[in-house]
């Protein structure tokens, strides 16, 4: 299954880029072998709209113009379910196993996602109560999505 994450905003160059970037290569070296590929990170520009809902919904428009067809939709949002590490390997490789070609990660901007894009979503996730910045939500997403691929092939990354 090819995974793509897509986000509001642009990364720039510097240590949260770095270290979000080392820990796709990771997964994008390590994936394959447990049928999961990184794909891409698609950014998308923050909407200069004077309120927010007009913002979420013109970055929504733009996200969907974006996401592969058909694609499983994952939305990080902070109404989401939250899942401990095996939780979320375990639905990575449900997703897997039903054949399921495409996955998209979202990352709204700062003022959320769009309900009507939240809504399409197969999967809403929250990273925790706290609020996150952006920068880190992209090192902590990759860094997941690395440590479900060693869960799922039993490599001793994880510990519990």
Known sequence: MRIGIFAVGRLKAGPEKELASRYLERFA???PATGLEFTRTTEIAESRATNAATRKREEAVELGKALPAGSVLI?????????DSEQ???LLGSYR?????????LIGGA???D?????KAHTVLNLGRMTWPHQLVRILIAEQLYRAVTILSGHPYHRA
């Open 75 to 83: 939305v990080l949002d902070e109404h989401g379910k939250a899942l």
């Open 97 to 105: 196993d039903r054949g399921q070609r495409d996955m998209a990660i």
């Open 88 to 90: 979320f390997a375990d």
């Open 115 to 119: 309900h009507d894009l939240r809504d």
């Open 29 to 31: 070296k390590a994936g």
């Open 111 to 113: 003022d959320g996602v």
